[in-house]
């Protein structure tokens, strides 16, 4: 592959994981998780990118730390993934549209085949992170108190290089009004 191929295969493949981590936000699916990923992809070529990796993988972090914090929210979250592989393998079995099912049919499970297995894959990542965020962050207050440390820095590191930016632009500006 050249390196111009490979370029652009890395550009759709981190735009197409970046916009489906957006679309997991309101749909069922580990957002952040494929947001944190695209921009991993994207961060090999762009600067921007690179700035908006760090927050976005603390946040998930943080994220994954509160889905775990009580044992209530463990048993949520655990239910609302098993609830997601449930769809999917209604999605997989494809019943008949049921009698009560009050609009045309051909909007009974729309998506087919593919929708269940991305909501079967949606529900194996989903159980797969709450047991890694159990493991990493349930009952050990240390770690979690180290991930909202690593929050603030970067969040302070993130408000100096707007700062930076800012003045760069400032003395930009101040020099083609200048001229």
Not at 78 to 85: D, E, K, N, P, R
Not at 105 to 112: I, K, M
Not at 146 to 164: F, G, N, P, T
């Amino acid at each position: 592959m050249t390196g111009a191929a490979k370029r652009v295969l890395l550009e759709v493949l981190g735009w197409v994981l970046l916009l489906a981590g957006i679309a997991a936000l309101v749909l069922p699916g580990p957002g952040l998780l494929l947001m944190a990923a695209g921009l991993a992809v994207l961060s090999q070529q762009y600067t921007w990118a690179e700035r908006l990796l760090d927050p976005v993988m603390l946040r998930a972090l943080r994220a994954a730390a509160e889905g775990v914090e009580t044992w209530p929210r463990v048993i949520m979250s655990t239910v609302g993934a098993l609830a997601i592989g449930a769809f999917g393998i209604t999605w997989l079995v494809d019943p008949d549209t049921p009698d009560w099912w009050p609009i045309a049919e051909r909007w009974w499970l729309p998506g087919g085949v593919w929708t269940g297995i991305t909501l079967l894959l949606s529900c194996a990542i989903a159980l797969a992170l709450i047991v890694y965020s159990f493991r990493r962050f349930h009952g050990k207050p240390e770690a979690v108190a180290a991930l909202e440390s690593k929050i603030d820095e970067a969040d302070e590191e993130a408000h100096e290089q707007r700062e930076r930016m800012r003045d760069r632009a400032e003395e930009r500006r101040h020099r083609d009004d200048e001229r």
